[in-house]
């Protein structure tokens, strides 16, 4: 079970690294039938919240 979560968070990561895919449908894609789980297991996995991990991800992605 543990595994499957990762596997879907990263899948959910890379979504909102390379793509433009709403924050909603990067979850359902990712396998989290419900947004408010999904943003709450991504921030708590990974620390920053969906929305700010993209930002994130672009600022780097723009600095290299």
Do not use: M
Not at 18 to 44: C, K, M, N, W
């Amino acid at each position: 079970k543990q595994k499957a979560a990762c596997d879907r968070l990263e899948v959910a990561a890379r979504l909102l690294e390379e793509s433009d895919t709403p924050i909603a449908l990067v979850g359902l894609l990712a396998g989290y039938s419900d947004q408010p789980h999904f943003q709450r297991e991504f921030a708590r996995s990974l620390g920053p919240t969906p929305g700010a991990y993209r930002r994130i991800a672009a600022q780097t992605a723009a600095a290299r």
